[in-house]
């Protein structure tokens, strides 16, 4: 019987990818189920065969750390360049959507706090 082996909802194409190879390489006999029309399916990567279950998460834990890894070392990189994203440099890039994003979250809180105002006042 099939087993769940890598849910693909929120999961970047180019891990999606990565984890295909990576069990295509290996051998192990999977299927993939998509979310469907209205989302309500499940997007995941099924092995078909229980007994390798062990095996194919062995492989995807390591690819997985390796790739957590590669994204620390590429972020401390930036970091150490001085170019790492932060508040300030978004919003000295993008100045009005910034604005506009925290007038929204302005708006959002004041909505949600009103009907408390009224009873208090």
Do not use: K
């Not at 309500?40 to 492989?59: C, F, K, M, S, T």
């Not at 390796?66 to 970091?79: F, K, S, T």
């Amino acid at each position: 019987m099939a087993v769940l082996l890598f849910h693909l909802r929120h999961v970047p194409e180019e891990e999606a990818d990565d984890v295909r190879q990576l069990l295509d390489e290996h051998g192990l006999d999977t299927f993939e189920t998509r979310a469907g029309f209205w989302g309500l399916g499940v997007p995941a990567i099924w092995l078909r065969d229980r007994n390798e279950l062990a095996r194919a998460r062995e492989l995807i834990d390591a690819y997985q750390h390796d790739l957590g890894e590669r994204v620390r070392r590429e972020r401390d990189a930036l970091a150490a360049r001085g170019e790492a994203p932060t508040v300030w440099r978004r919003l000295a890039r993008h100045p009005i959507r910034t604005l506009l994003l925290a007038l929204l979250a302005a708006a959002v809180l004041g909505l949600s706090l009103l009907p408390f105002l009224w009873l208090a006042g």
